[in-house]
């Protein structure tokens, strides 16, 4: 059963389509990430599926309880960041594990959320008052608060945006083992670093909808491909290379670097043997990889 | 049944941390008011024969703080949690509309509650009380906390900024405490008036209250019983509809 399901959910605020008929399904154990620009609709989706917003139109359900006529169980599955900081200042960061946990119906929960605040490395803080806490300290706390009640499904709402690198890494460290454990991790991010080297499939919103959906690999292969730039001393790149150039401006005249689409290692042996034909004399050459910002800004900006 | 005691017991210990502000503050404006009215119409005002003015203001002042702290207790917790952001704890476990409400309104009885005994103690050195029918005392207490309550969280969900709460507060809940009679008996007011006080919700609870102390009342107390058992029912069926909705909470 997937772990989470999305059928054509949409979504307006007054004249504004939030979201416009987006379906994805996510299944068990994947680490998947929810990618787009600002206001592409991200929050929005996950809203929808913690409950916090309700959709106009579709449903969400988590591994296979919708999210709204059977909310007690489809919540007790799914565990939130938020992407706001929010915190409750009357309250030890203890106090507040605690009557998270006790919202979700867990009595002795102690040894658990020890492990979380090791994990996290919160320790040190467990009685320090949350408006005590720094930024980041309080983003770990939202961490902790998501995962009191041990979640088969984690949805992490840009954690790491203002978050410094040990974080950074401390919170990857940990949610990658969550996943290997066989929890389901959704994750939105504008880090793509973070999610090429996360994600095993990224979504791709913009504008309410869905517009690339993948794994991440075959989607940097697939959209992106790689790039052979070569700088010519002598000669002019031959007409049938032209079709490859990736910059249409680069073929205006007087320009001598190219960056050519290669899908395939065995398409650079045939471009360098189409320029020796042609007798144009090779300055400099190197491969690019493309990676997850490239098929990003390509996807984006229309471009397939 | 986790969830609810623990949204209670958070609620609890949200007003017994800051009891200063929560507690101790609505005791000391109340015996003010004993104090001051008591002083200048002590000897002036008599309502019912027998029973002195400051003896008749104390149960009133004791109701008036029973209510008002009950609805700024879930009044204010809401408003604030949604204000900061901190609402989605409560919104993202799997809570039902039950439990949201049965916590935040019992825990706002238990402060109202609180601070009217807090008043009490204290006035009640400054006049001689009987207890005549100590049932309706408790009776009316918790009724009257129960309707402010969740007045209170109606008005929190309904409110999106402070300001919006104020209104509510000071347009609708403190006219509607002063004009029910805690000062004074609606007796003795002329007829239109009478007629308009006995409009008010709030005149009900504080005369029944009164009745538990001192025997008499403008109203039979099973009557006033009635009626406010009955404007409990409507707010708190309209608050759980609102809950369920996600009006205002749940986008």
């Known amino acids: 059963m997937a772990a989470i399901q999305i059928q054509r959910v949409e979504k307006s605020y007054r004249s504004l389509k939030a979201l416009n008929g987006v379906s994805l399904t996510i299944e068990e154990g994947e680490f998947f990430g929810l990618l787009g620009p600002n206001g592409a609709g991200k929050t929005t989706l996950i809203s929808i599926i913690a409950g916090l917003n309700r959709a106009d139109a579709g449903s969400v359900a988590i591994h296979g309880h919708d999210v709204v006529s059977d909310y007690r169980r489809a919540r007790q599955l799914l565990g939130v960041v938020p992407q706001e900081l929010v915190f409750d200042p009357f ?54 608060q998501a995962l009191v009640h041990k979640p088969p499904v984690i949805v992490l709402d840009e954690p790491t ?85 990736l910059h249409p401006d680069e073929l205006t005249p007087g320009k001598r670097q190219y960056s050519l689409r290669v899908n395939e290692y065995t398409e650079v042996e045939l471009i360098l043997a189409k320029l020796r034909l042609s007798g144009a004399q090779i300055e400099d050459l190197h491969l690019q990889q493309a990676d997850l910002e490239d098929v990003f800004i390509q996807i984006m900006e229309g471009v397939k | 049944m986790t969830g609810f005691q623990t949204l209670f017991y958070k609620e609890i210990l949200r007003f017994w941390k800051v009891a200063t502000q929560t507690v101790a503050a609505p005791v000391l404006t109340a015996v003010l008011y004993l104090l001051i009215f008591g002083h200048v119409l002590e000897g002036h005002v008599q309502v019912y024969p027998g029973v002195k003015y400051t003896a008749f203001l104390v149960p009133g002042l004791v109701m008036m703080s029973v209510l008002q702290n009950a609805f700024a207790n879930s009044s204010s917790s809401l408003i604030q949690s949604k204000i900061t952001g901190n609402l989605v704890f409560v919104l993202l476990p799997p809570l039902s509309h039950w439990e949201i409400f049965g916590a935040y309104v019992l825990a706002a009885v238990v402060r109202g509650v609180v601070v009217g005994t807090g008043v009490f103690a204290v006035t009640a050195w400054f006049a001689h009380m009987s207890f005549v029918a100590p049932w309706w005392i408790a009776i009316f207490a918790l009724l009257g906390a129960a309707i402010l309550a969740t007045m209170g969280l109606i008005a929190g969900i309904w409110a999106e900024k ?73 707010l708190v069926s309209f608050a759980v509809r609102l809950l369920k909705s996600g009006y205002k909470l749940r986008h």
């Open chain 1, 91 to 144: 309250f030890t960061v203890r106090e507040t594990l605690r009557i998270q946990s006790g919202y979700f119906g867990l009595k002795n929960n102690d040894a658990w959320i020890d492990e979380v605040m090791h994990h996290l490395d919160l320790t040190s803080k467990a009685d320090a008052n949350m408006r005590a806490l720094s930024g980041g300290m309080k983003r770990r706390v939202l961490v902790a």
């Open chain 1, 161 to 245: 945006a203002g978050v410094d690198v040990e974080l950074r890494q401390t919170l990857w460290k940990f949610v990658a083992r969550l996943n290997r454990e066989g929890h389901t991790v959704v994750l939105t991010t504008h880090y793509l670093e973070e999610a090429q080297a996360l994600c095993n499939r990224v979504a791709m919103l913009k504008g309410g909808q869905v517009v690339a959906l993948d794994t991440t690999s075959s989607l940097i292969k697939r959209i992106a491909g790689s790039q052979l730039i070569v700088r010519l001393a002598s000669g002019a790149l031959p007409d049938e290379l032209r079709p490859l150039v």
């Open chain 2, 162 to 234: 402070f300001d919006q709460l104020a209104a509510f507060q000071n347009f609708l809940i403190m006219p509607a405490t002063f004009l029910s009679g805690v000062f004074y008996s609606v007796h003795s007011l002329p007829p239109f008036w009478q007629a308009v006080s006995h409009g008010n919700p709030f005149f009900y609870m504080i005369d029944g209250f009164r009745y538990g102390f001192f025997g008499q009342s403008d109203i039979n107390p099973l009557v006033s019983c009635g009626v406010v058992i009955v404007f409990l029912l409507v």
